[in-house]
Nanobody, 112 residues
Framework: QVQLVESGGGLVQPGGSLRLSCAAS????????MAWYRQAPGKQRELVAD???????YYADSVKGRFTISTDNAKNTVYLQMNSLKPEDTAVYYC??????WGQGTQVTVSS
């Protein structure tokens, strides 16, 4: 089974940027779908973005135009570039692969 480790979270001011990384323990080349979810305090976990078959991409309306999901198969890593961050983006961000594995999560806090 693949293990997923997220990194790149932190505290950022509104309007700032962060890049999250999700490093997989084995090749992601044959994984059909990789995704980023987030969970804010008191809210359900929600899908932020995913990439399927290496090229089909989905974004939640709330992040469209601000976030970009990408993969680097040579590094077995999935990224989430987050720009123009808003306080409502504050959450724990989780990486997911369609075999059912989750990463441990990384905290993103957007605050002045």
């Amino acid at each position: 089974q693949v293990q997923l480790v997220e990194s790149g979270g932190g505290l950022v001011q509104p309007g700032g940027s962060l890049r999250l990384s999700c490093a997989a323990s084995k090749s992601i080349f044959r994984i059909y779908r990789m995704a980023w979810y987030r969970q804010a305090p008191g809210k359900q976990r929600e899908l932020v973005a995913d990439i399927s078959s290496g090229s089909r991409i989905y974004y939640a309306d709330s992040v469209k135009g601000r976030f970009t999901i990408s993969t680097d198969n040579a590094k077995n890593t999935v990224y989430l570039q987050m720009n123009s961050l808003k306080p409502e983006d504050t959450a724990v961000y989780y990486c997911y692969e369609d075999g059912g594995r989750w990463g441990q999560g990384t905290q993103v806090t957007v605050s002045s």
